[in-house]
């Protein structure tokens, strides 16, 4: 996957859906693993196996939501420096130890289906942090709403 993807892989476990949904090879591989787990959920009770499965999904997308203020600033202390990963994507890149320079923050741009001017990267980096908030948000992540407006 892209940029998107490597901070997913920065911030959600490794066992989380994004983590999972962000990799193309994976994906067309849960499918296949879906049908190995339907057989074994009718032996208890071929009656109930519809609405177990059905309530046992969304508490496992509850369980998967990451507090993301509170990853990144655990990770912000742990690293000792001062960065503004709030309101700056370059910060919140460098904090991530991803590469944080103008090319790779257009290739996130592109990603992310940017259609400003790439030039003015003070506009852009506005726009691809308010985005990146909110992927994570739509994610599993749990996002304040103040660093997704």
Do not use: C
């Amino acid at each position: 996957m892209g940029i998107l993807g490597d901070i997913f892989h920065k911030i959600f476990p490794g066992h989380h859906p994004a983590n999972t949904q962000a990799q193309a090879t994976p994906a067309p591989q849960a499918p296949a693993q879906a049908p190995a787990a339907a057989p074994q959920a009718p032996a208890p009770s071929a009656g109930t196996t519809g609405t177990a499965g059905a309530a046992a999904a969304p508490a496992a997308t509850l369980n998967q939501q990451v507090d993301v203020e509170e990853v990144l600033t655990n990770m912000q202390k742990q690293s000792g420096q001062q960065l503004n990963w709030r309101t700056s994507i370059v910060d919140l890149l460098k904090l991530l130890n991803l590469d944080s320079s103008l090319q790779a923050r257009k290739d996130l741009a592109a990603e992310l289906h940017y259609t400003g001017d790439t030039n003015d990267s003070a506009s852009m980096n506005i726009w691809l942090h308010k985005q990146v908030m909110t992927k994570l948000a739509q994610n599993g992540g749990k996002v304040p709403a103040d660093l997704q407006d």
